[in-house]
């Protein structure tokens, strides 16, 4: 008997998705949905910013917010992907509609590639867990900051590298050749958690680095006396 054929929008257009449903949320409303929730998320920042052990700088809220949106991304939309990968396509579920949408920039989501499953469950797990810790770390003035922040945007920036490279080695064979799909989806979706990752690790760095010349400095100190 021969396999059904089951017509989908995603490149390449021959790549098998043999239990793909059409998503009842369309592009707009998988927007508003996801704009939604990280609204929600940078609402609950807000709350926590207000009470936390000092007054923040505008920088360190910024951080706070990103890091609890990047936990939130991580740990629910990544998870559920790492945890449903192989029936993704079908399931009547408002994340699926969200991966179903995010798939026209990357079939991979679709076909359980085993780089991506592997990628997106370690970024769940490990990713949004040092998110968390690097938020708190603001929040509580903990010299856990920074290691967390450090170690949470280094994944962060590795995952996204890494991710992007594969589909750029094999011709971008994977993303719709259409504009907002290539550009909007694939490019600019990604690029924050390059950006930002980059100028959090100089940041962390910097304040390491200050830390431990001051620590050098007063143990050199406490030695002379």
């Not at 798939?103 to 592997?118: E, K």
Request: hydrophobic residues 45%; glycine residues 6%; proline residues 5%.
């Amino acid at each position: 008997m021969a396999d059904i054929i089951v017509q989908h929008p995603y490149y390449p257009q021959d790549v098998p998705i043999p239990h793909y449903v059409v998503s009842k949320l369309d592009m707009g409303q998988a927007f508003l949905t996801l704009g939604s929730a990280i609204a929600a998320i940078m609402v609950v920042s807000g709350l926590l910013i207000g009470r936390a052990r000092n007054t923040l700088s505008c920088k360190d809220k910024f951080i706070v917010v990103w890091m609890l949106v990047c936990a939130g991304i991580h740990i629910v939309l990544e998870g559920y992907f790492s945890f449903n990968h192989g029936a993704l396509a079908g399931k009547d579920t408002i994340l699926a509609d969200l991966w179903r949408e995010y798939a026209h920039s990357d079939s991979r989501y679709l076909t359980s590639d085993p780089f991506t499953v592997i990628m997106e469950g370690i970024t769940a797990v490990f990713d949004g867990s040092f998110a968390v810790v690097a938020a708190y770390g603001i929040l509580a003035d903990s010299p856990i900051r920074h290691p967390a922040q450090l170690i949470t945007s280094l994944a962060q920036l590795y995952g996204d590298v890494l991710y992007m490279l594969t589909n750029y080695m094999e011709g971008f064979k994977y993303t719709n050749p259409h504009p907002m799909y290539f550009y909007g989806y694939f490019v600019l979706m990604n690029l924050p958690w390059i950006v930002i990752p980059v100028y959090l690790i100089i940041d962390s760095c910097r304040s390491i680095y200050r830390g431990m010349l001051i620590a050098q400095r007063a143990t050199s100190t406490k030695k002379a006396e």
